[in-house]
């Protein structure tokens, strides 16, 4: 993913409401690929 912003010079709530923040958080949605990350945004039941 694409970095929003600086928190140390942007303003974090502007960040946050921003389009680009609206398309990365709908990106992650959308997503269905499991990454096999330790975090992951996409769980899939192994049972």
Known sequence: ???????????????????KARGIRKQMNDCRKNCE??????YENEY
């Open 1 to 19: 993913m694409d970095k929003l912003g600086n928190i140390k010079t942007d303003n974090i709530a502007e960040l946050w409401r921003s389009e």
């Open 37 to 42: 990350l330790v975090v992951n945004c996409y």
